[in-house]
Every structure is written in structure tokens, then in C-alpha cells.
């Protein structure tokens, strides 16, 4: 079946600009993470949804940094005033309900360049 | 502070041979320990997982093992090839903000390179 996707695959932007980038989680799948990886690091969460509600979003940056999944499904991460410390690949991750032990599966990512 | 570090960042090994990759955590409350694979421009893929109740798991050609009294865990990849090649990052699931415990922690990652 079809995995976790994500658009789009690159994304070049000038500092200052708003972006958005969308993910399609697993059909089924009632938990979605966002999470964001730089160059030769691990990824880093940013924040948890369990349907349409953000459970956890301890991870975002700051306020410039928001989700959302409307229908608890799709989820769009917006970045507004974007910074070149920006830069770097966003992962989407579905699971199918969201308890500690179930496998999170991870998209390809976006990833993001601010120039 | 609390972390999951790896203590290699790069790792050859000759195809056909055994690889061991190594992982320390630092946070003796954690409970559940995964390793991810990660290719060049693809997302992590779930390997193994493993609870504190166990020291030892086993997959298809992938054993992982955990030792909680030093806080360490290794992920063990038998007879590899070069379909192995990839960054492997460990990671441990901790409690989230509110209820559940969602989020991923993850290490730097091990890049392994496999030699034909």
C-alpha cells in the first residue's frame, strides 16, 4: 500500500517568505509527527498529532513555526518569516494510533532551503 | 543533559561480514529503543525495536541487544551487503508533554558502508 508522502520534495525560498509543506500520513493512520532533520544530525521532533488535535508540540522552535490537520488526516507545517537557519529536511511520520510501542513510518521529507 | 549519542559516526565493513553499530543513552527512565535505517534521500525505515524488559531481540539478519545496567544498545547486522549501506540512527520513545509518550529521540546516526 501506498506509504507516508510528502510535497513538496524541494523547497528554495528568499528569507523573509512563508512556506508551507504538506503531508499525506498512512490511510488509516490516526497519529502524524512532524519532525525536522539538518545535515548530518538525527531528526528532531516537533510535534505530535493525534487526529485532529496537536497532543504535543513542545518541539516547535518558536511561534513562526504551525501545523495543523484539519480532517486528522492531511497535516500542512507552515513556516511564516523564514530564517536561512531554516534550512533543513522536514519528515512527516504516520502511526497507526499513536501508543509508545507503534512503529512510526517515516515519508521521504521536503526539504527546505532558505536563501 | 539527556541525550541518545552513538559512539561511531562512521563504520566499513567488508560484505559478507558481521557489523556492529553501537548506541548510548544517558536517561535510565527510557523504555523503548528503536533503530532506523536511513538511505540517502529517503526517510528513516524501522528496523527493530526493543522494551527494557528484554536484552536481547532478534530479526532477519538484525539483532539488537540492550544493556541497561551501562546504558548502551548495539544493533548487529549479520552476512551484510551492499543493500546495507546506509546511516543508522537509534532512537528511544519517551513521554510526551502530556499523556502517551509519541515523540522520537534520536542519536547523530552511524554511517555504514558496506565494501564489495
Known amino acids: 500500500g501506498a506509504g507516508v508522502s510528502q510535497t513538496p520534495s524541494n523547497k528554495v525560498t528568499e528569507k523573509g517568505k512563508y512556506v508551507e509543506l504538506r503531508c499525506d500520513p498512512i490511510s488509516g493512520h490516526t497519529a502524524l509527527y512532524w519532525y525536522r532533520q539538518s545535515l548530518g544530525q538525527g531528526p528532531e521532533f516537533l510535534i505530535y498529532f493525534q487526529g485532529t488535535g496537536a497532543a504535543d508540540d513542545s518541539g516547535l522552535p518558536n511561534d513562526r513555526f504551525f501545523a495543523v490537520r484539519p480532517e486528522g488526516s492531511v497535516s500542512t507545517l507552515k513556516i511564516q518569516r523564514t530564517e536561512r537557519g531554516d534550512s533543513a529536511v522536514y519528515l512527516c511520520?504516520?502511526?497507526?494510533?499513536?501508543?509508545?510501542?507503534?512503529?512510526?513510518?517515516f515519508g521521504p521529507g521536503t526539504r527546505l532551503t532558505v536563501l | 543533559g539527556e541525550s541518545v549519542g552513538l559512539h561511531l559516526p562512521t563504520l566499513s565493513v567488508q560484505e559478507g561480514d558481521n557489523s556492529i553499530i553501537n548506541c548510548a543513552y544517558s536517561n535510565s527512565a527510557s523504555d523503548y529503543f528503536i533503530w532506523y535505517k536511513q538511505e540517502s534521500g529517503k526517510g528513516p525505515q524501522f528496523i527493530i525495536d526493543i522494551r527494557s524488559n528484554m536484552d536481547k531481540r532478534q530479526g532477519q539478519r538484525v539483532t539488537v541487544l540492550l544493556n541497561k545496567t551501562v546504558k548502551h544498545l548495539s544493533l548487529q547486522i549479520a552476512a551484510t551487503q551492499p543493500g546495507d549501506s546506509a546511516v543508522y540512527f537509534c532512537?528511544?520513545?519517551?513521554?510526551?508533554?502530556?499523556?502517551?509518550?509519541?515523540?522520537?529521540?534520536f542519536g547523530t546516526g552511524t554511517r555504514l558502508t558496506i565494501i564489495p
Open positions: 532512537a528511544e520513545n519517551r513521554m510526551g508533554s502530556n499523556f502517551g509518550n509519541e515523540k522520537l529521540t
Open positions: 511520520a504516520s502511526s497507526l494510533a499513536g501508543g509508545q510501542s507503534d512503529t512510526q513510518y
